[in-house]
């Protein structure tokens, strides 16, 4: 079996970035697809200018950095993420949208940001949609909407609920719409229970997300007050790196969102480079079916992203972990806009056979023979001329001898009597007649022969004949055909999916045909040094919580309160109208608090050595 040269990066920039969306790695757990897209990682990433690799499950993304640190020239590019983490898991603005020249470009895009925030927060919590809850859409959109055009952070999104802050009146004015603004400072003159009713269930589902307190941290800060940038990240070949795994602090609705929340930024700022920025660009995500509240954005996306340079390369375990399993519209759209697969173990019946039929459609055979029965027969194959040629050859010899002898005696006696009477009735008449004779006569014969005779004769005889003979020919008849029906043709390579060591994978290019490969065992870099290793995480994790992105727990908390003072205070000192008709909000926050200083203590990361 061929080895697959993850060492090769001419193949490797072929197989992603010649057709298609990118590529798709399936498997079951323990099948080997993790560590062969690690291996392939490590010798694209030195080709590719901006990456994102995001990981629900914890190992393959510490791996990933520890292969990034050491390589020299990776190293200084990589930015890390650990949201399980409070050192580690980063300043994140989810509403950060990649502003325009033209202000209507800008405005849509922030629509679209928010709309696609709202859906997600709706699937974190086991929604669907908003098609029959009009009440919670509005308020929802209004809210996010207010915050993005006010520059406020989504951690803040809460401001809006405290309907007697005095910041409340002034944080209305962010709402563009003018009847959509005067409902908002109206709320605080209503009955309670008519307050519940109009802002209750947006409230449950804002304040339901930072019950976590990692949450409001890591959503605690904008673009201009030290968040992640992604559009400066893209500019710059960064490679990001985020570990979204749950560990013990996070709950599952947290990672959906963070997760969804990340891919999405990466995708904004992919897909709005123009022309002139576009470079090669790699997004990885493992376990795909997390990222399925993102279904609709991804299904928009996988059929443009190849016109701005950018890839994607997903892992998943097979359709049963997708919601809807084989008819799973996001597993459709990922078999046929992924121009190469490369499909490890698969044992479950279903995923195998689902995916057999991917393989072998291409290359099946309807009139594929399984069985023939031949048998030998003898036929007539027409007449020739031949000349026969008869010769005889006889001779013979004969000796005759004969005699003969003949004695008779002969004797004869005659005696002869006669006698007659005659009546009539006319007359008395009576005649008799005797008459009496004797012969005798005496007669003696002898005769004697003898015969001899001797012959001898010899003769000879040759003929020629013409005529025709017919000719006769063996041949094999075949008595009985049977074909491989394309079920039978499927469940072959089926069974061979469902036999594949680990490490082992079926290469699929879309209508070129598949091929079995092993992937190399990856040797994971500091392996052999424990103490350097050690110490080079503990640098590598010095250096990134000396951003701004990754401050502490505590530092936020203060940041925070010092940010809503701040607000405040602008807040009292700018009572100025905002404009109804722009389509871009004055920012009311210029002025940004400044970062307490790190502490000092920090644990030394995530890995165990």
Not at 81 to 104: K, M, R, S, T
Not at 401 to 419: K, P, Q, V
Not at 583 to 592: D, G
Request: glycine share 4%; hydrophobic share 40%.
């Amino acid at each position: 079996m061929k080895r697959f040269p993850v060492h090769d990066p001419a193949l490797l920039m072929k197989l992603f970035f010649s057709h298609g969306a990118g590529v798709e790695l399936a498997g079951e757990s323990g099948s080997g697809k993790s560590f062969s897209l690690l291996a392939i990682l490590r010798t694209l990433f030195r080709h590719l200018h901006f990456s994102v690799f995001i990981d629900p499950d914890n190992d393959t993304a510490e791996e990933l950095y520890q292969i990034c640190l050491a390589d020299p020239k990776l190293a200084p590019r990589t930015d890390y993420f650990q949201l399980n983490d409070p050192a580690l898991c980063g300043a994140f603005d989810p509403l950060q949208i990649i502003e325009d020249e033209n202000p209507l470009v800008t405005e849509a895009r922030r629509v679209a940001r928010v709309e696609f925030l709202v859906h997600i927060i709706l699937s974190s919590w086991g929604e669907v949609d908003l098609d029959s809850r009009p009440v919670l859409a509005k308020n929802l959109f209004r809210i996010l909407l207010a915050c993005s055009r006010l520059n406020l952070p989504f951690s803040e999104a809460s401001l809006f609920f405290d309907l007697h802050s005095p910041a409340y009146p002034y944080l209305c004015r962010g709402v563009l719409d003018p009847v959509d603004r005067q409902e908002m400072l109206e709320l605080p003159s209503l009955r309670p229970i008519d307050r519940e009713q109009q802002l209750g269930s947006a409230m449950n589902r804002v304040k339901g997300i930072f019950r976590n307190p990692l949450m409001p941290a890591i959503v605690s800060k904008t673009r201009s007050s030290g968040a992640y940038d992604f559009l400066h990240a893209y500019r710059s070949g960064r490679i990001v790196i985020v570990n979204a795994h749950c560990g013990t602090t996070l709950r599952k609705t947290d990672q959906q969102l963070l997760a969804n929340m990340f891919l999405s930024s990466a995708i904004d700022v992919v897909m709005t480079r123009p022309l002139r920025e576009r470079k090669n660009s790699l997004i990885a995500v493992e376990e795909m079916p997390v990222f399925r509240s993102s279904e609709d954005l991804l299904f928009s996306t996988f059929s443009r992203i190849r016109k701005f340079k950018a890839r994607f390369a997903v892992c998943h375990q097979g359709a049963h972990t997708f919601e809807g399993g084989l008819e799973s519209r996001l597993l459709a759209s990922i078999r046929s806009n992924f121009q190469t697969h490369f499909f490890f173990r698969s044992s479950h019946p279903a995923d195998a056979k689902h995916t057999a039929e991917q393989i072998h459609l291409p290359t099946l055979d309807l009139k594929k023979v399984k069985f023939e029965h031949w048998e030998k027969e003898q036929f007539q194959d027409g007449h020739k001329l031949v000349v026969l040629t008869d010769k005889t050859a006889s001779q013979s010899e004969g000796v005759e001898t004969g005699s003969s002898e003949a004695n008779g005696d002969t004797t004869t006696d005659t005696l002869s009597t006669s006698s007659a009477d005659q009546k009539s009735l006319d007359s008395v008449r009576q005649t008799i007649t005797n008459t009496s004779a004797n012969a005798s006569s005496d007669a003696k014969t002898r005769t004697s022969t003898t015969s001899s005779s001797a012959s001898s004769s010899k003769s000879q005889g040759v003929t020629h004949k013409q005529t025709l003979v017919p000719k006769h020919s063996w041949r094999r008849v075949l008595r009985m055909l049977q074909f491989w029906t394309a079920e039978e043709q499927y469940l072959q390579v089926a069974s061979r999916l469902a036999g594949q060591r680990a490490g082992q994978a079926m290469v699929y290019c879309n209508g070129l045909g598949a091929q079995q490969f092993q992937f190399p065992l990856l040797k994971m870099p500091f392996h052999n040094t424990p103490r350097y290793a050690a110490k080079k995480l503990a640098e590598a994790k010095r250096q990134l919580l000396g951003r701004p992105e990754f401050d502490s727990i505590e530092n936020i908390q203060v940041y925070r309160q010092q940010f809503l003072d701040l607000m405040l205070a602008q807040l009292a000192e700018r009572n100025v109208e905002l404009p109804s008709i722009g389509v871009t909000a004055q920012k009311l926050i210029i002025e940004q608090p400044s970062t307490p200083p790190l502490p000092e203590s920090t644990n030394d990361g995530p890995w165990t050595i």
